[in-house]
């Protein structure tokens, strides 16, 4: 084997090689020890912040001053363009220019709340295939692979390594949350080469009332619009403004959001049979492939959602980030109209960009069982904007007072209808209307108005 170690990697040095199993002689197994040495859950994150960095090439890890002065004040211009659009103060303490590696830094803590559920059940799958395996190749007469062989000290004894209990199987039972890790990194490094802001993707990913443009992303964006790139710039900086007073004005929605993708996550079903299948297919030194790995765990790994359970729980997710991005869409083309020429045109293209999806989110989807993408963003912007229509700014906003209060999807495909009915007692007095709602046994079927025990405020904690 090369000195070349998984990932890209070189040996730590600083450790005391003399307290490994392996010793001195042996780097890679040093080094695949330090790495499996993670006891933070079931995902090794610290591998995945280095493979997500890593795939990111030779990117700059921080965003020049002079960008950092643009991005403040496209943010300062969209704050002050949005004040009259709506009654939800600025949700920003922090303006913020990152570059794509610090979009991975300041959103893993997010993710890692978000991935953990699923991971759990993909790892406990990919522990077993590989313990499986590693099974045959200790007891079974089946011999190690000659680079493996190679790296073994002399005198060790490869039954002894072998064993239950032994250095390598205790060490594999560690490898699926290095394996995910690995898996986990790269997508959210894809992701980071196409994301323009904190909040792109629709969940708050950045910390707490900090507003953020990926300028590198900016540019991307706007790459053959034949816009100027300052228009640009204040477009997506008015949508990230947007997205910001609504996560820090509406109290219960960030943990509301998490949340309906935690009790998403709770209910995928994995199929362990066809996680063991792949990772009995792949040799121990394919293990260090991750996209070797990424194909492989690409078919047919999680099951489709059959319970009612599962099917209602994707659907308030759905449900929930086209409001959100709805809300966004339409607050912000309502705050550009009038001081942006090409606002039409760069409106279409968000929602072009995210109906379709790019890469990293499709990578995303397939590794972790979740679409990121609101499947009825047009239709919800429509509703925010008949909601205008008819109740002014303050009607519309008044909506987001409480999730029991939240259109269903069967309201988005009729907006007229929410909006001259039931909308009409919610905007004249939402409390009473609260009040009435938690007097009412829940109706069938999903969507906010019959939520669970789990969906109320605060029934989410979000993140640390």
Known sequence: ????????????????????????????????????????????????????????????????????????EALRIADVWLDPVTTLPSGATAAA???????????????????????????????????????????GGIELPSELRDALPPGVDLGSLMSAGGPIVQMMNQVGGMLFGAQVGQAIGTLAAEVVSSTEVGLPLGPAGTAALVPAGVAAFGSGLELPEDEVRIYLALREAASNRLFAHVPWLRAHVLGAVEEYARGIAVDTEAVGRVMRMVDPTALMNPERLSEALGEDVFNDATTPEQKAALTRLELILALIEGWVDHVADAAAA?????????????????AEGGPGEQTFS????????????????ALWEALAEARGREGRDAVW???????????LASPATFVSGAAAS????????????????????GGPKDLGPGDGPGAANPPA
């Open 97 to 139: 220019g990152w570059s794509r590696v610090e979009w991975i830094e300041k959103t893993l803590p997010v993710w890692r709340t978000l991935c953990d559920p699923i991971a759990a059940k993909v790892v406990e799958a990919m522990r077993t295939g590989i313990s499986s395996g590693l099974s045959q190749l200790g007891g």
């Open 401 to 411: 007072a409480h999730p029991d209060l939240l259109p269903t999807a069967d309201d």
């Open 1 to 72: 084997m090369s000195g070349d170690l998984p990932f890209g990697f070189s040996p730590s040095g600083g450790g005391d090689e003399s307290r490994s199993p392996f010793g001195g002689s042996a780097p890679f197994f040093a080094e695949l020890e330090r790495l499996l040495s993670w006891q933070g859950g079931p995902v090794n994150w610290e591998l995945a912040r280095q493979v997500a960095v890593r795939s990111l090439g030779d990117g700059a890890s921080s965003v020049p001053m002079g960008q950092q002065h643009l991005v403040a």
């Open 366 to 381: 397939t590794l972790v069982g979740l679409s990121l993408r609101p499947r009825k963003l047009r239709e919800a912007a």
């Open 426 to 445: 919610i905007l004249d007095d939402p409390i009473a209307e609260i009040e009435k709602l938690r007097d009412t046994p829940p109706a069938e079927g």
């Open 338 to 354: 009038g001081h942006l020429p090409g606002s039409g045109r760069l409106r279409e293209m968000v929602r072009r960009r995210r």
